[in-house]
C-alpha cells in the first residue's frame, strides 16, 4: 500500500514537471528571440527606430481572407534605414502594392499562419504552399493581373508573349490566350518539296534557327508517314487553282534570266520584304525566314502565292504586291536564283508504305497538328494536352516526376517538362521547343500564376477586350488586301511593328502622307522596319488618303499657331539652348541619331500635333522615349514655330 | 492547533457540509461513505482480494480518468474552434501557432483519446478473463460493451474536426463502408451522420455535435449506471 503511494507522488509530480514545460516553451519561442534582438539591433542604429512590443504580431486582409503573421518576426519591412540588414529584419523592396493591404502570402506562398521559421516557410509535410522561389516570384502577379503585358512583371509578360508566340494554346486550355495564325496545310502537296518536308518535320530548327513549330522527335518512319500524307493534300481552300507559270520563266535564254533577275532583285529590294522576311537570319522578325525559300517550295507556287497570297492562305498577314507582270517573274526568277538551301541533304530513299495514308491519319492526330494547323476533313482534337488554366494550383502527389531526379517542386517540374518534355516519360508528345533557360523560366511563370486560387473579382485585372475595329468599304477592302494590321495598329487593333495610325491625319500634312505611299522612307536614321513600296495606283492611294483624313483625326488636336521672327527665335534659342533638342533630332544633318530628323518637319506634320506632342509625348505613345520637358505654353508655342520654317 | 481543529469541526458550515462526526467507530465510517456523494456509490464492505491492484490494474479507473483528461481539454478547445468549412482548419492551425499552450491541448486532447481506446480495450479483456461478466453481473458487462462502443465512436467523430484531407477521406471511406449494409439501411444511416450525401460543411457540424454534446452525454449516463452497479455487486 506504502508503496502505491510512493508511486502516485511520483507520477503526481512528473505530471506537474509536464504541465509546467507548455507553458515555458510558449515563453522561449523563436519569435520572442527574433523581437528581442530587434529591439537590440535597432538601439545601434543612428536612425531612430520605433522598438517593438513582444507579442506575436499579424497582418489581416479581410478582402482575401487571409491572416499572415510573417511580420512578427519580419520587423523592419517598413524601415528604410534596415535595407541591408541581416534577414528576418531587412526591409522590404520597393513594389507597386503595399503588404499591410495584400499580406504576404499572397505573392509569397509559404503557411501565414504560422510562427516558426520552418512551419511558416511552409517546407513541411502536410503544407502545399511552400515559399516561393525567388526567380518564379513574378508568377504570383499573375494570380490578379491578367493582362498580357503587366509592366513591372518583365519576366511573367515575357513568358504570356512566348505562350502566344509558340501557339500553347494549340493543345492546352489556357485562360485569355488566344490561337496563333499559322499556315494551313491545305494545299501543301502543290507548295512544298517532298524531301524539304521530311527534313523539316524531323527538325525544324535545321531549316532555320528561328522556326517556331516544334521538334516532334519523330523517327524516320513517322516523318516519312506523315509527309507521304501531307503530299496528298494537293488542292487549296476555296478552290484556289496555281496558274501555269509565265512561259518567261521556264524557258528563257540566258541573258533573258539574267536581265529578270536583275529587275526583281530591284523590285525585291523596293518592296522591302526584308522588313518582315529574315533572310538567313537578317531582318524582320514578324514573317518567315525566305533564305532557303526556293528549296522549299515550288516556283509555280511561289509565283502565285506572291500574286494573290490571300488567296491561298485566307488569314495570312501578307500585302498583295501591286507588281506588274514583269516585275513579277523577275521577283520570282531572283529568288529562285538567289535563295537555295545548297546544303539541304536528300532524305535516305524510302518506299512508301502502302497503308501511309491510314497510318499518317493516325500520327497527325496523335501528334495534334490540327492543334496549330488548319487541315481539310481533320477536325481539331480539343485540348489534347492537360489543361493548363490552374496548373499552378497542381499539388504535388498528383504530378509524377519518374526518374528524373529533379527537386520534386511544381516549379522545377514545369521548368524541366518545357526544356525538355519527354523526360518524365518517354510516352508523352509533347514537342521539343528548344526553348533557353530563360524562355524556359518565363514560360514557368507564367504558368504558375493560373491558380485556382479565390481572388475577389475587384481585384482582378482583366485583358482588355480586342478592338472589333474593322474599317469597311473600299477601305476596308484595300486595308486587308494590304494587311495593313499585320505591322500596324488602328483604333487599338493589329501589331506595332509600325506606327499606330489612329491619329494620323492629325499629326502628318496630306500632302506628305500621299507622298510617302509612293516613295516610303525611314525618319530615323537608326530605324530598322521600312513601310514596304506597295505600288499602289494612284487611285488606291486617294482612296487611303481620303479615309484616313476622315477617320484617323481628332479634332482637339487643330492647333493654328502665330508664326512671326520673335517667336522663330526664340523657339530656335529654346530648341538648341535651353533644351538641347539637338542631342537626339537631326537638322541638316547635325544632331543625334535617337529620333526622327527634323529637317522637313513643316512639310510633314500638322502645327497643332506639334504643339501638343511637345507638351506630353506619352498621352500620344505611352512608349515613346521623348522626354516630358514640361514647357510652359510659350515655349512650346516659340518651338512649334520654329520647326514650322523648316520646309 | 488541536483547539482551532475542533472549533472548525463544530462549526455551523462544517456541520452543514458533513453530517457525520469524525470516522472513529463504525458506524461513522459507514456513514461518510453514506453522505458523500463522491462516495456514496461505494459498497459499504469491499472484499480484500478486489482490493489487490493486480487484480483490477485499476484500468477502469484509469479509463474515467482520461474521460475527464478529455472533458477538460475538449471544454478548452471548444473556446477556439469553430465547425465551420472556411474557419474549421485554421482554427486548428491558430491553436497549433498563436493560442498559449494550444498545441499541448490538442496533443493532450489526441493522445488521451488514443489511450482512452486502448485502457478501455484492456479493461475490458480483464474483465473477461477475471470472469467477472458473470451472472448476477451480466448487465453490467453489456452496459460496458455498449461505452466501448461509444469510446470508439467519440474517437471517430473527432477524426473529422480538424477538417483536413486525412479527416475528409477518413470520414469519406468510413460512411461509404456503412452504405454498404444492405436494403437500403445503410444509405439512410450514412445519410443522416452526413446530413447530406458527401462529406461537407453539413457533415461538420453533425459530427461536431455528436462529439462535444450528445455521445458525451450519453457516455456519462452509461458511466453513472455502469458505476453504480459496479457498486452494488462489492466491486471497487
Known amino acids: ?336 536564283s538567289e535563295y537555295v538551301d545548297f546544303d539541304m541533304a536528300e532524305p535516305p530513299s524510302h518506299t512508301p508504305d502502302p497503308l501511309y495514308y491510314e497510318k499518317g491519319l493516325v500520327l497527325v492526330k496523335k501528334y495534334n497538328c490540327r492543334g496549330c494547323h488548319e487541315i481539310e476533313n481533320i477536325k481539331n482534337s480539343e485540348e489534347l494536352g492537360p489543361d493548363l488554366s490552374f496548373i499552378g494550383s497542381k499539388k504535388l502527389y498528383e504530378i509524377d516526376f519518374g526518374l528524373s531526379g529533379i527537386s520534386q517542386s511544381l516549379s522545377s517540374y514545369i521548368f524541366t517538362k518545357l526544356k525538355s518534355p519527354r523526360t518524365f516519360s518517354s510516352k508523352m508528345k509533347m514537342p521539343n521547343y528548344e526553348l533557353s533557360d530563360e524562355q524556359a523560366q518565363a514560360i514557368a511563370v507564367a504558368l504558375l500564376g493560373n491558380t485556382s486560387e479565390q481572388i475577389p473579382e475587384e481585384l482582378k485585372i482583366k485583358p482588355k477586350p480586342a478592338s472589333t475595329f474593322t474599317p469597311q468599304g473600299k477601305f476596308g477592302k484595300l486595308v486587308n488586301d494590304l494587311a495593313c494590321f499585320g505591322c500596324h495598329t488602328m483604333f487599338g487593333r493589329g501589331r506595332l511593328v509600325a506606327t499606330d495610325l489612329t491619329l494620323e491625319a492629325s499629326m502628318a500634312k496630306q500632302e506628305w502622307i500621299d507622298h510617302y505611299f509612293k516613295v516610303p522612307y525611314s525618319l530615323r536614321p537608326i530605324l530598322t522596319e521600312r513601310m514596304p513600296n506597295l505600288f499602289l495606283s494612284d487611285d488606291e492611294i486617294k482612296t487611303l488618303v481620303d479615309y484616313m483624313e476622315k477617320v484617323f483625326i481628332a479634332d482637339s488636336l487643330t492647333n493654328d499657331i502665330l508664326i512671326n521672327e520673335a517667336t522663330v527665335a526664340k523657339g530656335k534659342l529654346l530648341y538648341s539652348e535651353k533644351y538641347g533638342c539637338g542631342s537626339c533630332h537631326q537638322i541638316n544633318g547635325k544632331g543625334g541619331f535617337v529620333g526622327p530628323t527634323l529637317d522637313k518637319v513643316a512639310s510633314r506634320l500638322q502645327p497643332g500635333w506639334i504643339l501638343h506632342w511637345l507638351k506630353n509625348p506619352q498621352a500620344y505613345k505611352p512608349e515613346s522615349i521623348e522626354p516630358n520637358n514640361n514647357f510652359t505654353d510659350h515655349e512650346a508655342e516659340a518651338i512649334t514655330a520654329y520647326l514650322m520654317t523648316l520646309h | 492547533m488541536k483547539k482551532i481543529f475542533d472549533r472548525l469541526v463544530r462549526s455551523q458550515v462544517w456541520r452543514s457540509i458533513f453530517r457525520h462526526g469524525l470516522p472513529e467507530s463504525n458506524r461513522t465510517r459507514a456513514e461518510a461513505i453514506f453522505f458523500n456523494f463522491f462516495f456514496h456509490l461505494h459498497p459499504t464492505k469491499v472484499r480484500k482480494r478486489s482490493i489487490k491492484f493486480t487484480y483490477t490494474w485499476g484500468l477502469g479507473g484509469i479509463s474515467f480518468g482520461l474521460f475527464i483528461v478529455l472533458v477538460i481539454t475538449g471544454a478548452l478547445l471548444m473556446l477556439y474552434y469553430r465547425p465551420s468549412v472556411p474557419q474549421a482548419y485554421g482554427d486548428m492551425k491558430d491553436l497549433q501557432f498563436v493560442v498559449s499552450s494550444g498545441q499541448f491541448l490538442r496533443n493532450m486532447h489526441r493522445w488521451a483519446a488514443h489511450a482512452m481506446v486502448a485502457i478501455v480495450f484492456l479493461h475490458m479483456l480483464r474483465v473477461f478473463y477475471t470472469g467477472s461478466y458473470r451472472p448476477p453481473k451480466e448487465f453490467n458487462w453489456v452496459i460496458g460493451v455498449i461505452l466501448f462502443v461509444t469510446t470508439i465512436l467519440l474517437s471517430y467523430t473527432g477524426y473529422l474536426l480538424p477538417w483536413d484531407q486525412l479527416s475528409f477521406w477518413g470520414i469519406s471511406v468510413g460512411t461509404n463502408m456503412i452504405r454498404a449494409m444492405p436494403f437500403g439501411i445503410g444509405e439512410m444511416i450514412s445519410f443522416l451522420l452526413l446530413g447530406g450525401n458527401i462529406v461537407g460543411e453539413n457533415a461538420l457540424v453533425r459530427f461536431y455535435v455528436l462529439h462535444c454534446f450528445i455521445i458525451p452525454v450519453a457516455a456519462i449516463l452509461l458511466m453513472a449506471i455502469h458505476f453504480w452497479r459496479i457498486r452494488k455487486d462489492g466491486g471497487v
Open chain 1, 1 to 336: 500500500m506504502n508503496k502505491l503511494r510512493i508511486y502516485f507522488a511520483i507520477s503526481s509530480v512528473v505530471f506537474l514537471f509536464v504541465l509546467a514545460i507548455s507553458p515555458l516553451k510558449d515563453f522561449f519561442s523563436e519569435w520572442r528571440g527574433y523581437q528581442l534582438a530587434y529591439n537590440e539591433i535597432i538601439k545601434e542604429l543612428p536612425q531612430r527606430i520605433q522598438p517593438v512590443d513582444i507579442g506575436i504580431k499579424q497582418l489581416w486582409v479581410r478582402k482575401l481572407d487571409v491572416v499572415d503573421r510573417c511580420t512578427t518576426c519580419h520587423l523592419g519591412l517598413k524601415e528604410k534605414a534596415l535595407v541591408n540588414a541581416k534577414e528576418p529584419f531587412r526591409s522590404h523592396p520597393h513594389i507597386y502594392h503595399d503588404f499591410e493591404e495584400f499580406g504576404c502570402t499572397i505573392c509569397h506562398n509559404g503557411q501565414g499562419s504560422a510562427t516558426s521559421y520552418k512551419e511558416s516557410k511552409g517546407k513541411v509535410k502536410y503544407w502545399d504552399k511552400p515559399i516561393f522561389p525567388r526567380e518564379y516570384m513574378e508568377a504570383s502577379c499573375g494570380k490578379c493581373h491578367k493582362e498580357q503585358v503587366v509592366i513591372q512583371a518583365p519576366i511573367l509578360s515575357l513568358g504570356r508573349k512566348l505562350i502566344n508566340e509558340y501557339n500553347c494554346a494549340g493543345c492546352h486550355k489556357l485562360e485569355g490566350r488566344q490561337r496563333q495564325w499559322v499556315p494551313s496545310l491545305n494545299g501543301i502537296g502543290s507548295k512544298v518539296n517532298r524531301s524539304w518536308l521530311v527534313n523539316w518535320l524531323k527538325n525544324p530548327k535545321a531549316y532555320f534557327a528561328t522556326a517556331k513549330m516544334p521538334n516532334f522527335q519523330l523517327s524516320d518512319d513517322e516523318a516519312n508517314t506523315i509527309a507521304d500524307f501531307l503530299m496528298t493534300f494537293k488542292s487549296f481552300s476555296n478552290n484556289a487553282i496555281l496558274e501555269p507559270l509565265p512561259s518567261l520563266l521556264i524557258q528563257s535564254s540566258e541573258s533573258q534570266t539574267a536581265t529578270l533577275v536583275e529587275i526583281g532583285s530591284t523590285r525585291l529590294r523596293e518592296s522591302r520584304c526584308i522588313s518582315c522576311h529574315p533572310f538567313n537570319g537578317k531582318g524582320g522578325y514578324v514573317a518567315t525566314d525566305l533564305g532557303k525559300v526556293a528549296s522549299k517550295v515550288n516556283l509555280r507556287w511561289l509565283y502565285n502565292y506572291i500574286k494573290n497570297p490571300k488567296h491561298f492562305q485566307p488569314n495570312v498577314e501578307m500585302p498583295r504586291y501591286r507588281f506588274n507582270n514583269n516585275d513579277l517573274t523577275g521577283v520570282v526568277a531572283y529568288m529562285n
